[in-house]
């Protein structure tokens, strides 16, 4: 179990990166303050994911693909590419001094 953040260094919409198992992975605090982890790598072909916090998905830099926060499922296709599978979710644990740890 390793330790990402804790609750206030990550603001209510905000996001932030760090590395899960030798992955580049993204830590998302939503909009309706769900807290969410992902591998920030695009299974459609590798590009590099970013969380959009105007519009609460996440965007493929690649293909322009957008996943929802809230499961990683694929909220929009690529005008070039279909995407089959949504982002590989990381389960997080949040303790009683909202320290957040990457099971
Ligand atoms: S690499 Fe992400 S949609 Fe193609």
Redesign the pocket.
Known sequence: MEKIANRKDIKLGGSLPFTHKGEQAILVRTKEDDLVAYIAI?P????NIEWDEQINKLL?E????LFDGKDGSVYRH?SA?E?RNGLTRIELKVDEDHNIYAL
Request: neutral net charge.
């Open positions: 695009c459609h072909a590798g590009g493929c690649t293909h322009l693909s690529s590419f995407v």
